[in-house]
């Protein structure tokens, strides 16, 4: 007979989706009053203090204790009826705002806990509190993420190139069962866990049209996602920073990356309500010739693959593998009209 995952409940309001950026790259906030302060929560459209709408998303400490517990041995939502009883709380935040969290099986009343946002099975983010030595093990039964790597079968659309060479390392030495590539005789599609499309870096320029890349990986989608959510699974991109802002002396390379970060995108919505996910790189600086004049250091294969792992391990959506990336990524944030005249006014080659 086969499996149905549960989804827990998606909806949720404007300002609660909120949650989502922070929580794509493992970071912890919460909304707070530009007039007068005030810590939000949960996420709301106006102040609590002083009924203000200039509410931000801003970085917290994730220190808290625990102010009450419940197990959940019933529950009329499938996602929530299963085995193993969902341990709930209420916690207080060093803000002074009590959040509702799932709580490991070792947390009690008056723990301190540390706490982190998670992705359930749809992509509803949750608050979940854990003793602060086992931050990285996340709620199991509830949450899609972190994804143990050792047993996997995984597939990487070219296993032959850097960036292949150095995943299928990568996945092996994190206790991968299989790395399959195109050619490996011993694939079984009906066994693969892990998709990683390796392949968008290459022949920006070479005998590959973009439509023709666009077209492998919608034949790509189509032959994998009917089977990956059996099993809860994962899609990985690798891309580059041009997907989210361009470089403008490379616009064949942007225009490439700015299709497959749309192509990205349209199936994370389609694994998401099937209760898989999907994650994304965004690298500032590789060693391909598109990034050349781009200035900084270059990241390795190596670090890029290990990455991509750290994030799989870590339950992260979006990846943002070295300095240059995640400080372009503060200034898109922050005003994305700036960083784009910034990036025109870099040297050209």
């Not at 994030?311 to 922050?334: C, F, I, M």
Request: net charge neutral.
């Amino acid at each position: 007979m086969k499996r149905i995952f549960a989804i827990p409940p998606r909806l949720r309001s404007r300002a609660a989706l909120g949650m989502t950026g922070p929580a794509a790259i493992g970071r912890f906030a919460l909304q707070v009053c530009d007039d007068c302060s005030t810590v939000q929560y949960p996420p709301q459209e106006f102040c609590r203090q002083c009924l203000s709408s200039a509410l931000v998303w801003r970085e917290q400490t994730r220190q808290a204790a625990v102010l009450a517990e419940a197990s959940v041995y019933h529950s009329l939502e499938p996602a929530f009826s299963g085995p193993t009883a969902p341990h709930t709380g209420l916690v207080r935040h060093n803000s002074g705002v009590v959040l509702v969290a799932f709580l490991k099986d070792n947390c009690c009343v008056g723990n301190t806990v540390h706490l982190s946002y998670v992705f359930a099975p749809g992509g509803s983010v949750v608050v979940q509190a854990a003793p602060p030595a086992a931050d990285k093990e996340k709620v199991s039964a509830m949450t899609i993420t972190p994804r143990p790597l050792a047993g996997l079968n995984c597939y990487l659309t070219d296993s032959e190139n850097p960036l292949g060479q150095a995943c299928k390392s990568a996945l092996l030495d994190a206790g991968a069962a299989n790395v399959w590539g195109p050619s490996s005789r011993e694939a079984d599609d009906s066994k693969v866990e892990l998709v990683v499309e390796t392949n968008w870096y290459a022949d920006t320029y070479g005998g590959t049209s973009l439509g023709q890349r666009m077209e492998a990986h919608l034949e790509l989608a189509e032959r994998f996602t009917p089977i990956l959510p059996d099993r809860k699974c994962t899609w990985v991109f690798a891309l580059s920073f041009a997907a989210l802002s361009a470089y403008p002396d490379q616009p064949r390379h942007s225009a490439q990356m700015a299709a497959a970060q749309a192509l990205a995108i349209s199936l994370r919505a389609k694994l998401l309500n099937q209760g898989a996910r999907l994650v994304v790189a965004y690298p500032a600086k590789l060693d391909i010739e598109e990034h050349q004049s781009i200035e900084g250091s270059t990241l390795s294969w190596p670090s890029l693959a290990s990455a991509l792992v750290t994030a799989l391990q870590n339950g992260h959506e979006d990846v943002y593998p070295d300095p240059q990336s995640r400080l372009w990524l503060e200034r898109l944030t922050k005003d994305r009209k700036a960083l784009e005249r910034e990036m025109a006014m870099s040297p050209a080659p």
